[in-house]
């Protein structure tokens, strides 16, 4: 299974135990610890949609994404909150943030082409 980033550390915690485990590692949604970084397509439109990427050589990559008040949206050269839910189903974006398991918490949505 794919953890964003290869050259990033390996979770120390359980699948489930990440709220404690982010509080306890200093890891927060605007930090520079992020260890999933991709561009794919954003699949729903609801605040925790799917988001879609690809990687050399296997077949499409699905995560789930969670929002928080912290996220932040680049949409149309205007940063907002991401709690606005502005963007499309199958919009191409950048996704920043923190994977656990098959989540990704958000912290930077980079809306690259909307439809």
């Known amino acids: ?4 980033n290869p050259s990033a550390p ?3 915690w359980e699948c489930g135990g990440h709220a404690a ?10 930090n520079s610890r992020s260890n999933f970084s991709e561009t794919g397509n954003l ?3 609801s605040l925790d949609c ?4 690809e990687d050399a050589g296997m077949p499409a990559l699905t995560v789930g994404l969670t929002h928080s008040s ?3 949206c680049l949409i149309n050269g205007v940063d907002v909150s991401c709690v ?4 499309n189903m199958g919009d191409r974006a950048t ?12 912290s930077k949505l980079d809306i690259l082409s909307a439809r």
């Not at 299974?1 to 964003?4: E, I, N, P, V």
């Not at 799917?50 to 990427?53: K, Q, R």
Request: glycine share 16%; net charge positive; no cysteine.
């Open 1 to 4: 299974m794919k953890h964003g």
């Open 84 to 87: 606005d839910g502005r963007w």
């Open 70 to 72: 912290a996220s932040r």
């Open 21 to 30: 485990a982010l509080l306890e590692s200093g890891i927060s949604f605007g």
């Open 50 to 53: 799917l988001f879609v990427y």
């Open 43 to 45: 699949i729903g439109k």
């Open 95 to 106: 996704v920043v943030g923190v994977l656990i398991g098959k989540t990704v918490s958000v």
């Open 10 to 12: 390996k979770p120390d």
